[in-house]
């Protein structure tokens, strides 16, 4: 079950915002900062901010709920989906990292395309289709890292490529944002505050709103 939610309509396509984890997946779970909880909050967020911009937006989960990756996907693929952005939380041993990150897949194995197939049509349109989901992901992940530069006056750890479930055979964009760490005591008690987890939500929505 997904949620379709029409704003001013100014945009036809959609953006499907994916709040990691959810029900008995906690994901990341340090102090107060649970994962799942934080991602669905800045999520609302989110879809709140694209639709006063106009945007279509649908939501992978809007309850406490764990949903498989499969599902996640299948929101994606059932409209015409501009992006799908998937919301986490990082954490890290060294409890002074901080800051947000944004991942792509990695290009070569963003398909479930079956390999050395002998060329062909088929490969060819294959190979077409995966480049324009990468190469729209790098533009929306670009745009987005500018804007929370800009609004969150923070330090960018940069645009990286890690081979992430959600990329995994991904028929649409992805990008995957690990708003901040809660393993560090000052980004934690930041990201746990409604004020700072809405200007999350503005720098992500202004960073796809000047990708569109
Ligand atoms: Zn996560």
Request: proline share 3%; net charge positive.
């Amino acid at each position: 079950m997904f949620i379709c939610a029409m704003g001013g309509a100014a945009h036809a396509d959609v953006i499907v915002i994916d709040p990691a984890h959810g029900g008995e997946d906690f994901g990341v779970r340090v102090g107060r900062a649970i994962e799942k909880d934080i991602t669905l909050q800045v999520a609302f967020y989110l879809r709140q901010k694209l639709q006063d911009g106009g945007a279509m937006v649908q939501m992978t989960r809007e309850k406490d709920k764990k949903i498989s990756i499969n599902l996640r996907q299948k929101s994606a693929n059932m409209a015409p989906t501009l992006l799908l952005v998937s919301l986490h939380l990082n954490a890290a041993f060294d409890k002074k990292q901080e800051g947000f990150e944004i991942y792509l897949g990695d290009f070569h194995k963003i398909s479930n395309g079956s390999e050395g197939a002998g060329g062909g049509q088929n490969q060819i349109l294959g190979d077409m289709l995966r480049n324009h989901i990468f190469n729209e992901g790098v533009r929306f992940a670009t745009s987005i890292e500018k804007a929370m530069i800009s609004v969150l006056g923070r330090k960018s750890r940069g645009i990286r490529q890690a081979p992430m479930p959600i990329f995994k055979g991904a028929s649409v964009p992805t990008v995957v944002i690990e708003i901040g760490f809660a393993t560090n005591p000052q980004e934690q008690e930041k990201i746990l505050t409604k004020e700072y987890q809405q200007r999350i939500a503005s720098a992500i929505a202004q960073g796809i709103n000047d990708a569109l």
